[in-house]
């Protein structure tokens, strides 16, 4: 199994996409594009089928990580209720980002409408051969993302180097 991409809904698509792409350097594959109810193709009858009757159309666009992870924006016309986390429920609250460059990712994400919502916390302070390092964060529609300063593997190995 691959990780292929992580939908987000956001509450306005042009500032997504310039959050996106400026701050967190995701590349643009489909820029914001309009979805209308429909039942004719094949993406519309999906998204009927996923947002229900009368989701009366939204934006999309599609963007992609270096190493190829698609990130995919809504932008609902009628659903624009910002939630809150809600840390007693079930289901995703997060994605991750690794990124060598934890200050600039930081002050690029506050530059463009981000938050920063804890110091920069390394995983094993005890030990000063491992240096993983992470961070918590939110988008300017509240979705939380993580950096991480090294691989998954590394960060969590007990044996790594």
């Known amino acids: 199994m691959k990780m292929n991409h ?5 509450g306005d698509m042009d500032k997504a996409v310039e959050f996106y792409t400026k701050a967190l350097g995701l590349k643009i594959v489909m ?7 429909e039942r004719e193709t094949a993406i519309g009858r999906m998204c009927v089928a996923v947002f229900g009757e009368g989701f009366k159309g939204f934006n ?5 990580t270096t190493d190829g992870i ?19 429920r079930l ?19 506050e530059q463009y409408g981000g938050k920063v919502r804890m110091d920069i916390m390394r995983y094993h302070p005890e030990d000063d051969s ?11 529609f509240g979705n939380l993302f993580e950096f991480y300063s090294h691989s ?8 790594y180097e």
């Not at 491992?130 to 988008?139: C, S, T």
């Open 60 to 64: 999309i666009a599609h963007l992609v």
């Open 130 to 140: 491992k240096q993983a390092k992470m961070v918590y964060l939110e988008d300017p």
């Open 70 to 88: 698609g990130i995919e924006l809504f932008e609902m016309k009628e659903r624009q209720e910002r939630h809150e986390v809600d840390f007693s």
């Open 152 to 159: 998954y593997e590394e960060t969590y190995a007990t044996d």
């Open 91 to 109: 289901g995703i609250f997060h994605f991750c980002l690794q990124t060598d460059d934890f200050e600039g990712a930081i002050a690029r994400t």
């Open 6 to 10: 992580v939908g987000l809904m956001v």
């Open 31 to 37: 820029n914001n594009t309009k979805v209308q109810e």
